[in-house]
């Protein structure tokens, strides 16, 4: 195996995963690397699903990126064959000025999203079990759904492969070091150089990015799927 890449991927997750396909894909010489065999159940992609939706109330300039990220889940359905993205709608409810709302609702009207407003009455009658605080009203987005997440993985390290990424599974890298044109990547057994490196070290981006002392404090967060 030829050492030198246009690009390093450290971190094979939902993020790294991505990464080092479309750049295979844009016919860049990418080498992938992780610690684990992704997906595996240590990091932050791991479990059933993750939701996916427009409307998002953190701010209106994340739209677009979301409306590209939904055609390209698509495009991978088609290329791997697995259905990824189920669209189930997301309901959220809360105060009608609070940040989520009203979030939801700008970047819904300044994108032209479809959502339905309703008040939490008009919300508990339709989703019985919904209990909310009267004063709360509820938005309902048809086009959120979830991505079944390792599955996502599991499809962009494959489309990684046949566009001709090389991925090198259950090798952590122990050190990466920058010049001007070049880094240089190690893990126990090699050294491996490229034009550039994409950090995707998702919890362990703390470890991997030390050197800068940036205030990373990786928590543990517990989800749950109900039959
Ligand atoms: C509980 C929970 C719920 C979430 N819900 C949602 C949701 O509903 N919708 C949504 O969009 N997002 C959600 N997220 C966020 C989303 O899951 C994460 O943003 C995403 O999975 C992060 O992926 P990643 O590739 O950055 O990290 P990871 O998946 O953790 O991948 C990092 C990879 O780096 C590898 N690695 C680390 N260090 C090294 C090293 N030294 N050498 C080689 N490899 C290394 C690891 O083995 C790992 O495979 C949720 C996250 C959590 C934890």
């Not at 844009?26 to 595996?40: E, F, K, Q, S, T």
């Not at 509820?138 to 499809?155: Q, R």
């Not at 990466?176 to 550039?196: D, E, G, I, M, R």
Request: proline share 5%; hydrophobic share 40%; charged share 15%.
């Amino acid at each position: 195996m030829n050492n030198s890449y246009d690009c390093i991927v450290l971190g094979l997750g939902g993020v790294g995963s991505a990464a080092v396909a479309h750049l295979a894909l844009g016919g860049r010489r990418v080498l992938g690397i992780d610690r684990y065999c992704p997906p595996h159940s240590y990091g932050s992609s791991h479990g059933q699903t993750r939701i996916i939706r427009k409307a998002y109330f953190e701010h209106s300039d994340y739209v677009p990126l979301l409306k590209r990220a939904y055609e390209l889940w698509r495009q991978l359905e088609t290329e791997c064959g697995d259905k990824l993205y189920f669209a189930t709608g997301l309901l959220q409810a809360g105060p009608a000025d609070g940040e989520v709302l009203s979030g939801v609702r700008r970047s819904a009207s300044e994108h032209d999203l479809p959502i339905e407003n309703m008040t939490m009455a008009q919300a508990s009658l339709r989703f019985p079990g919904l209990v909310g605080e009267p004063t709360w009203q509820a938005i309902l987005e048809p086009d959120a759904g979830y991505l079944k997440v390792e599955a996502c993985v599991t499809a962009h390290l494959q489309s990684a492969r046949q566009s001709g990424a090389q991925l090198l599974m259950n090798q952590p890298v122990v050190n990466w070091h920058a010049k001007l044109n070049q880094v240089s990547v190690a893990t126990a057994n090699q050294t491996y150089f490229a034009n550039s490196l994409i950090i995707a070290a998702g919890p362990w981006a703390a470890q991997c990015l030390n050197r800068y002392r940036f205030p990373l404090h990786i928590l543990r967060k517990h989800l749950y799927w109900y039959p």
